[in-house]
């Protein structure tokens, strides 16, 4: 196959905008099979592994796997495992610049370019380690449908994914009423977004979301779950956030534990330069621009809905 948009030129565009900032840069290692098959089966990780070692070809529609693509999804959790256990050990934040994403793959499924979850891998095998409460905030473009299946009756993990409107694009779930199951019930909160929403509609409600849920639940570490096809100028998605948006996102949780793995983003310019406002903002080096934030009146009525929805479980002013 000649072209996919999953490629390796995105991490290499990522790593060239931030080769002048002063980051250490660690390498990963493979996850081992312990830490894959606490979140996935051992039929589904036999099949990937045997799929690869017969040539690859498509797993589905759209995930594409070459012979060595096992190796490397085995090097990508394992960079979310590094990562967590970078914050674990020395507080601050740690970004796993890894490929291929993660978070639509579910327990016995690959799917939506990703192979293994990067996330639930890293999150399972700290919890090996240490009880504790832990966000994930899924700003990808598109609902984190397997992350939010891995965990969807663990109230133990709240997980908030902004994404395009599920009735627009893939993976056609992500809706306010999918709030989790049994003692989950309460801790999956989707804020599905109209298409043509902007970075003040980004801000203006998950500035109103994110803080009361941070005071009650009271996580240990932040997740994110960093996408950047949000962005005006992605060829797959149809909103209008801008780099200011990442900016801000990095800035307003700068001073919380945070892992970030990166999931998607498929113009290079603006992954490369959306990158680099993103973490340059973890490191304190850049600010949002100080400005009255205004959101769409469909905006507004979403969070209404999300208000009520949940109104049982948190108090959202």
């Known amino acids: 196959m000649k072209f996919h948009v ?12 931030l080769n002048n900032l002063d980051l250490e840069i660690v390498e990963p290692e493979r996850a081992s099979l312990q830490d894959i098959l606490r979140v996935h089966t051992h039929s589904h990780v036999d099949y990937v592994k045997g799929f690869a ?11 594409y796997m070459t012979s060595k693509s096992y190796d490397v999804a085995l090097l990508a959790a394992g960079g979310a495992v590094k990562a967590s256990e970078t914050v674990l050990e020395n507080d601050g934040w740690a970004y796993s610049v890894a490929r291929p994403p993660g978070h639509h793959a579910t327990r016995d499924k690959s799917m939506g370019f990703c192979i293994f979850n990067n996330m639930a891998i890293a999150i ?11 966000l994930i905030i899924d700003f990808d ?20 994914s902004i994404h395009q409107d599920p009735k627009t694009l893939y993976p056609g779930s992500g809706f306010i009423d999918e709030m989790g199951i049994d003692e989950g019930l309460g801790y999956t909160m989707n804020i599905p977004m109209p298409p043509g929403s902007s970075t003040d509609d980004y ?11 941070k005071d009650e639940f009271k996580p240990s570490m932040v997740f994110l779950e960093a996408g950047f096809d949000a962005h ?8 209008r956030v801008d780099e200011e948006f990442y900016t801000w996102i990095g800035s307003y949780l700068k001073d919380e534990r945070v892992v970030a793995i990166l999931e ?3 113009n290079i310019e603006a992954l490369a330069s959306s990158n680099l406002k993103f973490v340059k903002s973890l490191m304190g080096l850049e600010t949002p621009i100080k400005r009255e934030i205004r959101a ?18 948190f108090r959202i002013p």
């Open 53 to 63: 070692e017969r040539g690859g070809g498509y797993l589905d529609y759209d995930t």
């Open 296 to 313: 769409s009146d469909p905006v507004k009525s979403i969070f209404s809905r999300i208000k009520d929805k949940f109104s049982e479980y």
């Open 141 to 160: 473009v598109h609902y984190g449908n397997g992350t939010a299946e891995i965990f969807y009756d663990d109230p133990n993990i709240m997980y908030i």
């Open 232 to 239: 005006r100028d992605d060829p797959i998605s149809n909103m």
């Open 6 to 17: 999953e490629n390796k030129k995105r991490t290499d565009a990522i790593m060239d905008a």
């Open 203 to 213: 801000i203006w409600i998950l500035s109103r979301i994110l803080e009361p849920i």
């Open 264 to 266: 998607g983003g498929y």
């Open 124 to 134: 399972e095998h700290l919890r090996e380690q240490i009880s504790d409460h832990f």
